[in-house]
């Protein structure tokens, strides 16, 4: 079964850093560029950064440019966000998402999905 | 940035209506225009990409339409599973952003 499961998720203070992971299952783990897309509580979806399937390109969101990170260890399928200087604006939940289609840059649809980690940042 | 704009914001059907949801983007992405449905509490899924293909397993009453700067999700006979918040997403350039939202209500 094609699966993701995001993990690290939990209360954290303004200031404060986070690292969030994504283990992937059921697929060529390495031939998938992944995304990040969050949701804050009772808002709309918002991507948040990608990265390719070779780890080399990366892309963020302004909103979190300079604060977060994106990586992937094609060795052990896994997709992780690190999280720093964390604002109450980022409390949301933290989705991993699957590009469509193993090709190179990705399609920019997403089509498997994880069912998320709760981020909450307040004092 | 991209912008999405989703209308109408929320509306309400009956099962068997045909139900028009309209997403309109800030400039031309030519087809890279996908669409997803949520349900409550659950992760987004899949139902359009490139504007009018139909992913895989999702019912033909779904389809979609368009090129820039307008297109469509259309519903032909909605159903009780049908009842969800769909949202259009542009894939045509980094950062990738989305409709609003459009909240489909039982009437």
């Known amino acids: 079964e094609v699966q993701l499961v995001e993990s690290g998720g939990g209360l954290v203070q303004p200031g404060g850093s986070l690292r969030l992971s994504c283990a992937a299952s059921?697929?060529?783990?390495?031939?998938?560029?992944m995304n990040w897309v969050r949701q804050a509580p009772g808002k709309g979806l918002e991507w948040v950064s990608y990265v390719s399937s070779s780890g080399s390109t990366l892309h963020f969101a302004d909103s979190v440019k300079g604060r977060f990170t994106i990586s992937r260890d094609n060795a052990k399928n896994s997709l992780s966000l690190q999280m720093n200087s964390l604002r109450a604006e980022d409390t949301a939940v933290y989705y991993c998402?699957?590009?469509?289609?193993?090709?190179?840059?990705?399609?920019?649809?997403?089509?498997?999905w994880g069912q998320g980690t709760m981020v909450t940042v307040s004092s | 940035d991209i912008q999405m704009t989703q209308s109408p914001s929320s509306l309400s059907a009956s099962v068997g209506d045909r139900v028009t949801i309209t997403c309109r983007t800030s400039q031309s992405i030519n087809n890279y225009l996908n669409w997803y449905q949520q349900k409550p509490g659950k992760a987004p899924k899949l139902l359009i990409y490139?504007?009018?293909t139909l992913q895989s397993g999702v019912p033909s009453r779904f389809s979609g339409s368009g090129s820039g700067p307008g297109f469509t999700l259309t519903i032909s006979s909605l159903q009780p599973e049908d009842f969800a918040t769909y949202y259009c997403q542009q894939s045509y350039t980094s950062p990738w952003t989305f409709g609003q939202g459009t909240k489909v209500e039982i009437k």
């Open positions: 490139a504007a009018s």
């Open positions: 998402a699957r590009d469509s289609l193993p090709v190179a840059g990705g399609t920019g649809a997403f089509d498997i």
């Open positions: 059921g697929f060529t783990f390495r031939n998938y560029s």
